[in-house]
């Protein structure tokens, strides 16, 4: 499957911004999907995962109660909203596609998009 994010930018800190994943491919329904970033001179992170059926999604400890990740299977798109943004979220933000029912954060594999640019000013 090929991925291509977008909806990244420029926002102020306490602003808003969802980034989407679009995905190719005839059987999106059973991939599970995540989101990671990474900012500079930082490792890649997990930020959200959600299984194929978009019914059960966890977060990392740093987005938890402020960014949703939610998907579309008819439209072979997932979504990430990010809520009340601190300059700590700034970083570029990668779509995951891992063919299996839930998604592993801890041990990422699969398809990869290219990355979309989150800053958050203060």
């Known amino acids: 499957v090929q991925l291509v994010e977008s909806g990244g930018g420029l926002v102020q800190a306490g602003g808003s911004l969802r980034l989407s994943c679009a995905a190719s491919?005839?059987?999106?329904?059973?991939?599970?999907l995540g989101w990671f970033r990474q900012a500079p001179g930082k490792e890649r992170e997990f930020v959200a995962g959600i299984n194929w059926s978009g019914d059960s999604a966890y977060y990392a400890d740093a987005v938890e109660g402020r960014f949703t990740i939610s998907r579309d299977n008819a439209k072979n798109t997932v979504y990430l909203q990010m809520n009340s943004l601190t300059p700590e979220d700034t970083a570029v933000y990668y779509c995951?596609?891992?063919?299996?029912?839930?998604?592993?954060?801890?041990?990422?594999?699969?398809?990869w998009g290219q990355g979309t640019q989150v800053t958050v000013s203060s």
């Open positions: 491919g005839r059987t999106f329904s059973r991939y599970a």
């Open positions: 995951n596609a891992q063919r299996a029912q839930y998604y592993s954060g801890g041990a990422p594999f699969g398809s």
